[in-house]
């Protein structure tokens, strides 16, 4: 039957651009070209730009499989290992993974809920709102989502920075100096207001559109029957809404878990770190010329088994509905 | 039905809702209205802590530069009519001009011009009449609010921006055409399967959206880097580098859009009825004429939908053309990181706020024109997903 062509084809596209995908990935933990320096620590990466010929006078590089020691520069085990047995934290987060690891998952998990109770908030008031003052209030919602990120978080930073007029607003309600971009946690805090404001938008409009959409006689009967607002909220609106909350905890648990552009906005490298950004470092050039292929491969790694991690108890109620719905 | 609720609602709840959505909104287009003030301000005003000055910048007044009342209610105007004009005008004229069947030619070529006067009126003509006007008219001609757009010229001509912008614009439009060409064969045929299969593309696409992008690029980059020699067996010695090539970059961005653009896709093919296809069929077309010229048709929308992320996606993109492209290559969102990374003085910085505002006004424009679309986008993919 041509039916089954005409599928096939795309199929076959389909299943090519996840190769495509997939295949660079695996490609990098076999290809890699890392060779250890005599510190054993350092590793230092010819990367293979030249073909090997090495007759025309070019440096002939060389391919050695180094196992796991990728993954022990980027973890640093030797120095988790000191800093456990000298019980220092702070020793602990010098080491990069672990601090970006440290920033990643408390960002992804403190933005969470926030944007979950803005977006529920949002769209409950915009469902409250007059019907024709709906449409620009939508409108000024969606900028802070469709906003390029890096440019949306300098935004936020041109706010605070230096004596910007939150900082003084601030200052005159504390009235006490503040500089927001001397320490850690205030970068952290005003990357979380970005994230939640930048995301929040897409919560809010999602709830919306699935407030439109809640069963009219449910929520009479349950006003015949004497139910407050607060319980019409809890037992008809909530329940209404719970497969949207797990689908918005899915993209942002996503999203979130590889920030990065409020990395490069806020520029806080110095200070704060994120997983990605790790990655990012490692390819970048050094000072050298040389860019860490190896090592941000396996940081690329390690950053994936986190989301995959990370994901799994969602994923799993998703594939529970599946089976569900199916049967 | 929220008419009623509206009506049994106390006071106090309606109070602080409406309170709340005030707060919002202004939350919400505070940062961006601000980097737009700014961005026409000289540095002093620019980050002045003083908001009044900042707004009404007296030393940018001061220096000549500046806007009158009578400057801004014209420009006002003008901008009011030439948005009436195309949301109303504009459709009735195009349709009368063009020939029934290239109707979206039409628009374009309408929307072009109107666009194309609107420059010329508003920036070429009206700056020396409103000079004039206001050396004759008084009080009303003297400046109020500090207006300086020098900052945009440096941007743009002396700092070489429009080159960023044309790689922008590359590298958008190819991930658009590329990821909707794969992305509607795709899903189309995903949406009219009911097999075991297909649901485990779906599952794996979800898997590949989540990937963080670096995890990708690093899977790219050493190939693009020794592409040259890796190619050398099928191109022979022209076999180029892919390394800092627009090209490779779009494949990379098509690459981690793809995933999105099926989902989305496919819920939106799912909501056009098989019927629609057998229908066709019976009256003789093929599969491909069937999908073609009848389903196409009818997904115009949801084409439109999925382009204007797919935009979105190349637009704002920054770790994939920062990481793939030459640095003095790059997009747009590149080109000003790396320029407010340099920058010293407060003028460099004005200069890299008003870099920022003429990214991100395209996309202004683009959440008035397509926002039921964007709208619609968002929720498809959850309500029916």
């Known amino acids: ?327 | 039905m929220s008419n009623n609720n509206n009506i049994r609602m106390p006071l106090a709840l309606r109070l602080g809702s409406s309170s709340f959505l005030i707060f919002w909104c202004l939350l919400a287009a505070f940062p961006i209205f601000w980097i737009a003030v700014m961005s026409v301000k000289l540095p002093i005003d620019a980050f002045n802590s003083n908001p009044l000055y900042v707004i009404l910048g007296p030393t940018t007044v001061s220096q000549g530069k500046g806007l009158s009342f009578l400057d801004i209610s014209i420009g006002l105007a003008i901008i009011v009519f030439t948005i009436k004009f195309s949301t109303r005008r504009l459709g009735t004229a195009v349709k009368k001009f063009s020939p029934g069947n290239l109707l979206w030619v039409g628009w374009i070529i309408g929307s072009l011009t109107t666009g194309l006067a609107f420059i010329v009126i508003f920036f070429g003509f009206l700056p020396p009449i409103l000079e004039f006007f206001n050396e004759i008219s008084g009080v009303l001609g003297t400046d109020i609010i500090g207006f300086s757009a020098e900052h945009y010229s440096t941007v743009w001509l002396e700092r070489g921006f429009i080159k960023n912008f044309q790689n922008s614009l590359l590298v958008t439009t190819g991930v658009v055409t590329i990821s909707l060409t794969f992305g509607t064969l795709a899903g189309y045929a995903l949406s009219r399967t009911g097999s075991n299969f297909a649901f485990w593309i779906l599952i794996a696409a979800l898997i590949f959206r989540s990937l963080p992008h670096s995890v990708l690029v690093a899977g790219y980059l050493p190939f693009f880097m020794n592409s040259a020699s890796i190619l050398q067996p099928i191109f022979g010695d022209s076999a180029p580098t892919l390394y800092g090539m627009p090209w490779a970059t779009i494949a990379v961005l098509v690459a981690i859009n793809q995933p999105f653009t099926i989902w989305m896709l496919r819920s939106f093919f799912q909501n056009i009825p098989s019927d629609l296809d057998e229908a066709a069929r019976i009256d003789g077309c093929s599969h491909f004429q069937a999908f073609r010229r009848v389903i196409m048709p009818v997904m115009w929308p949801g084409v439109i939908t999925t382009g204007l992320f797919s935009f979105l996606l190349g637009y704002n993109d920054f770790l994939v053309t920062s990481l793939l492209l030459e640095a003095q290559n790059t997009t747009m969102v590149p080109a000003i990181a790396t320029m407010f990374n340099m920058e010293t003085t407060t003028t460099d910085q004005v200069v890299a706020v008003a870099a920022a505002v003429s990214i991100i006004a395209p996309l202004f424009f683009l959440v008035m024109f397509f926002q039921r679309q964007i709208v619609s986008g968002l929720t498809i993919g959850a309500v029916k997903g």
């Open chain 1, 1 to 327: 039957m041509m039916m089954v062509l005409f599928i096939a084809i795309p199929l076959a596209s389909v299943l090519m651009q996840s190769f495509y995908v997939t295949q660079p990935v695996y490609e990098v933990l076999q290809v890699e070209t890392c060779t250890p320096s005599f510190s054993g620590q350092v590793c230092v990466t010819d990367i293979k730009t030249v073909p090997k010929i090495g007759v025309n006078g070019r440096v002939e590089t060389q391919t050695n499989f180094v196992g796991l020691l990728n993954y022990q520069n980027v973890i640093e085990f030797p120095r988790v290992v000191a800093a456990f047995t000298n019980k220092s934290w702070q020793q602990f987060m010098s080491i990069d993974f672990w601090k970006a690891l440290r920033f990643t998952l408390s960002f992804t998990l403190l933005t969470l809920p926030l944007v979950l109770l803005f977006g529920l908030v949002i769209a409950l008031t915009i469902n409250n709102a007059a019907k024709s003052i709906r449409g620009p209030i939508i409108f000024v919602s969606l900028l802070p989502m469709i906003i390029t990120p890096v440019i949306g978080a300098l935004a936020i930073k041109w706010l605070f920075i230096g004596d910007g007029i939150l900082t003084s607003f601030l200052e005159w309600l504390l009235e006490k100096d503040i500089a927001m971009f001397a320490q850690a946690w205030t970068i952290e805090l005003m990357m979380m207001f970005y994230r939640v404001w930048h995301v929040a938008p897409f919560a809010a409009i999602v709830f919306y559109a699935a407030l439109q959409t809640v069963n009219q006689d449910t929520l009479e009967s349950a006003v015949i029957d004497g139910a407050s607002r607060w319980q019409k909220l809890r037992y008809v609106i909530l329940p209404h809404l719970m497969p949207l909350i797990v689908f918005v905890t899915l993209i942002h648990l996503m999203d979130s878990y590889r920030v990065f552009e409020e990395v490069i906005g806020f520029s806080s490298q110095a200070h704060v770190i994120s997983l990605q950004w790790l990655t990012y470092d490692f390819l970048t050039l050094d000072q050298m010329g040389n860019r860490s292929i190896s090592r941000a491969s396996a940081s690329a790694m390690l950053t994936m088994i986190g989301i995959v991690l990370l994901l799994i108890p969602v994923l799993r109620s998703v594939w529970m509905d599946y089976k569900g719905k199916k049967i």
